[in-house]
């Protein structure tokens, strides 16, 4: 498997069907999640960056169904060819090109921050967590979703997903908190995203840069 597999996948993602049962339903819950801290939170215009943004579904999702009048959209991925993707459907959203474990922005800058189904794919995965905090306000959000091996289907199931993309790691709810916890991040809830059965486990970290 080389390390352009998502230049590959990038073609054909929004056509997989994993985009019915995982794909989908997680931007439906991260879009719920995000209209829940606008209401909550009074400051006016809030900055977001989507990290691996892929095809940027969530993004065109997050124009569609929230607006962008107090939201200012960043998106970021490594594989150029989602990128160009993405940027045939966004207007008015920041694409570039960067790696989570080395963010190209400067710090306390965003007040959320998504990362739905990119985390397992990076190689060191406290140092993404370290820079998603470098470049979040004090008081920013992370929304971090994605697949858990929490129980041996789950890691049956993972097992054959990384026949498609290559090696990856995917943290248990506990190994998660762990992590975030190494990173100086604050875990404040952690969802299960339900679909159907036979889908391994899907969770969403809630987590807060804490400073
Ligand atoms: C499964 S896709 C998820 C895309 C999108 N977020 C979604 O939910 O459909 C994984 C994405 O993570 C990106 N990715 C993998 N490793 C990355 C890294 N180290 N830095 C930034 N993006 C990365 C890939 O290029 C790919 O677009």
Known sequence: MNKN???????????????????????????AELKSILEDDLRGELSLLDVGCGTGQLLEDIQRRIGISRLTLTGMDKSEKMLAIAAEKLNNVNLLAGDALDLPFRGSQFDILTCCHSFPYYS?????????????KPGGVI???????????????MKGVKVT????????????????????LFLKEQKPLKTKFFMPSIILSILQNGD
């Open 5 to 31: 597999i998502w230049d590959f996948w990038a073609g054909r993602y929004d056509r997989l069907w994993v985009q019915k049962y995982s794909l989908k339903p997680t931007r439906d819950l991260v879009i």
């Open 143 to 157: 929304l971090l979703i994605q697949a858990a091996e929490n129980n041996f289907y789950d890691k049956l199931i």
């Open 124 to 136: 060191d995965q406290i140092k993404a967590l370290r820079e998603f905090k470098r470049v979040l």
């Open 165 to 184: 993309t290559g090696k990856a790691s995917y943290p248990s709810n506990a190994q998660l908190g762990k992590l975030a916890q190494k990173a100086g």
